[in-house]
T-cell receptor, first 116, second 117 residues
Framework: EAGVTQFPSHSVIEKGQTVTLRCDPISGHDNLYWYRRVMGKEIKFLLHFVKESKQDESGMPNNRFLAERTGGTYSTLKVQPAELEDSGVYFC??????????????FGPGTRLLVL | AQKVTQAQTEISVVEKEDVTLDCVYE???????LFWYKQPPSGELVFLIRRNSFDEQNEISGRYSWNFQKSTSSFNFTITASQVVDSAVYFC??????????????FGGGTRVLVKP
């Protein structure tokens, strides 16, 4: 069974440009999460999809970040325009939808974003 | 609010030594899950264990063992007879056990383990 995949693995862009990150969750996982680790800081939650709906976007830093999950399969995270402080590693995770919640989240390899 | 603290930022050991990683958490929830993840040099986060707040039994999996103590809000992780392949960053994480809460993970800052041959 394929794990969570993310594309691209690395991205280097200039300040003001747009970047779109993609995440393909494990097949059958309705929960999809985005996290970010900025240099030297903890891994922080960005948002959570249940199927195609945004369940929780409390971690999105500002309106330069836009996440979508059309059709409830893969998800994209767009940063427009990118700023220097957006540099970091963006992780995607997916999990099954269970009654009790707290299902194990399986992570992708991350996208390393560098904004110059 | 939830918080996870991994006080050790980096631990260096020689192969075959045991190493214990500390994790202390704060939560107002009475039901929750705790996790450990491993991040090897390749960068992905690899799931190691999930423990619910009702189950305080220690767990052993090969050379890995976990000590959950609710009284001290700690979920420590021990690698016995460490090997070079254990070199990685290890993250402790916490989530609520309520589906409606969304189950976002709160992570600690991570502990980098370096095992020297």
């Amino acid at each position: 069974e394929a794990g969570v995949t993310q594309f691209p693995s690395h991205s280097v862009i200039e300040k003001g440009q747009t970047v779109t990150l993609r995440c393909d969750p494990i097949s059958g996982h309705d929960n999809l999460y985005w996290y970010r680790r900025v240099m030297g800081k903890e891994i922080k939650f960005l948002l959570h999809f249940v199927k195609e709906s945004k369940q929780d976007e409390s971690g999105m830093p500002n309106n330069r970040f836009l996440a979508e999950r059309t059709g409830g399969t893969y998800s994209t995270l767009k940063v427009q325009p990118a700023e220097l402080e957006d540099s970091g590693v963006y992780f995607c995770a997916s999990s099954l939808l269970a009654d009790l919640g707290g299902e194990t989240q399986y992570f992708g390899p991350g996208t390393r974003l560098l904004v110059l | 609010a939830q918080k996870v603290t991994q006080a050790q930022t980096e631990i260096s050991v020689v192969e075959k030594e045991d190493v214990t990683l500390d994790c202390v958490y704060e939560t107002r929830d009475t039901t929750y899950y705790l996790f450990w993840y491993k991040q090897p040099p390749s960068g992905e986060l690899v799931f190691l264990i999930r423990r619910n707040s009702f189950d305080e039994q220690n767990e052993i999996s090969g050379r890995y063992s976990w000590n959950f103590q609710k009284s001290t809000s700690s979920f420590n992780f021990t690698i016995t007879a460490s090997q070079v392949v254990d070199s990685a960053v290890y993250f402790c994480a916490l989530t609520q056990m309520i589906k409606a809460a969304g189950n976002k993970l709160t992570f600690g800052g991570g502990t980098r383990v370096l095992v020297k041959p």
